[in-house]
């Protein structure tokens, strides 16, 4: 069966930078669109940032310009680089392949 497992969610202080990492197995990965995605608390789940298998990457307006999504074939794993983080970037991050397979979320928090 598919399984996203995601990790590197933390605390961080505003201003500074995390990397969330989500390993994939059970899918053909080198075929699979795969985003990034967050849940604030109160808040719908909205879109962050994807990255289809030509390696073309699409961003929500809010983080443009300080996070980046990139993928690596080979070890089935797509990466989520975030700077310049902010406190309303709190939220539960979570990974989705193939736009219907979700993986269980890493909480990251920014806040001093």
């Known amino acids: 069966q598919v399984q996203l497992v995601e990790s590197g969610g933390g605390l961080v202080q505003p201003g500074g930078s995390l990397r969330l990492s989500c390993a994939a197995s059970?899918?053909?990965?080198?075929?699979?669109?795969m985003g990034w995605y967050r849940q604030a608390p109160g808040k719908e789940r909205e879109l962050v940032a994807t990255?289809?298998?030509?390696?073309?990457?699409n961003y929500a307006d809010s983080v443009k310009g300080r996070f980046t999504i990139s993928r690596d074939n080979a070890k089935n794993a797509v990466f989520l680089q975030m700077k310049s983080l902010k406190p309303e970037d709190t939220a539960v991050y979570y990974c989705?392949?193939?736009?219907?397979?979700w993986g269980q979320g890493t909480q990251v928090t920014v806040s001093s």
């Open positions: 989705k392949a193939v736009g219907v397979y």
């Open positions: 059970g899918i053909i990965f080198s075929i699979a669109t």
């Open positions: 990255i289809n298998t030509a390696g073309s990457t």
